[in-house]
């Protein structure tokens, strides 16, 4: 079901209208002293792709307050229009300052790789719109909230009463995933629809979301409808990270294999070569790396970062360009799966630099 009605948080009065941070059926309180008689749609010029927003009156509330909603956006050329797409899990992650049966307070904090991606993202001024599934209860909910607070688009989110919110226990290196039978790894490929891929310029995935579920036969489909809409398709495969969430580090490496040449740019740590590769040297697995469509890898050492095309590398310190920010960059440069393999060094050291 999509995310609408009872389950939709409140909205503070002065969130923004901005880009496709919006939501399905959400309220936006315009203050004016004087509130007209006769209460009509308003539109409202927006940024980007948008041409405008059409935005119907509702009722006047105490104070001069007048409520409105947002009924429809109306496009200059059609389509949704977000920067980054990211399709994974949220679940509520309660961490601990020891391990987890040692203690007994936990903090809650908003959990899982598209999550955390798209709050990057939209903390450095991108629009990122997360694909997830969430229980239909009051952790989902709590998620939900606390994700638009940080400015991410939660429009693409799917809630379901037939599954519980993930939970997950962190604390001193240990994670203890409750996520089997919940919400996020229910999300199937028949709950996805092409149109928010069409107005993207990136489509974002990582491996927790890969296991064995509804979730990895969507994220396939996802990856079609990236391909065919011209978005990049960006893999960070974090196995370290997501090997917690896996029954077995073996298939969770499998799989990623399976997936490295349906990208047509990978984000690479030096753990993700060991585990794939057996080393750490990047030169060692290069060949293999340039398959299928990938066509770009930035690879992340300790202290440095390197960007490589088929043809051309470039190099820079390492300091703090997270694959957000990198991400955020090729963005604004608006360049598209076809000019990867004409990349020059020194739009690669833009990249990185």
Known sequence: MPFSGPLQPQLPSSFPIRGADFWRSAQFRVYTKSPPVRLDPIIVPARGPFHSVRICPGSVASGGQIVYTVTRFLFAEGGVHMSVLCLGEVWLELNAATAPELTETFRAQTGGWGAGFCRRY????????LLAQLGADPFGRKLAAQLARDGVDCSLLCFTDAFPTP??????????????HTAGLALGPEQLEAAPFRGASAFCFSSAGLVDSPLRLAHLKALAAARDAGALCCYLPRLAQAAPYWPQREALCQTALQFLDRADVLFL???????????????TALFALFTGHVQLIFFYKKDRILAFTRSVMASAAKKDQSPALVLYRMEKMMLPVSSLPRLKESELNALIG
Not at 122 to 129: E, F, N, S, T
Not at 168 to 176: I, N, Q, R, S, W
């Open 269 to 283: 740590e030096e753990s993700d070569l060991l585990l794939l590769f057996g080393s750490r040297e990047l030169r």
């Open 167 to 180: 939970v997950v226990f962190t604390g001193a290196d240990t994670a203890l995933p409750y996520r089997a």
């Open 122 to 129: 939209a903390a450095l001024g991108g629009q990122a719109a």
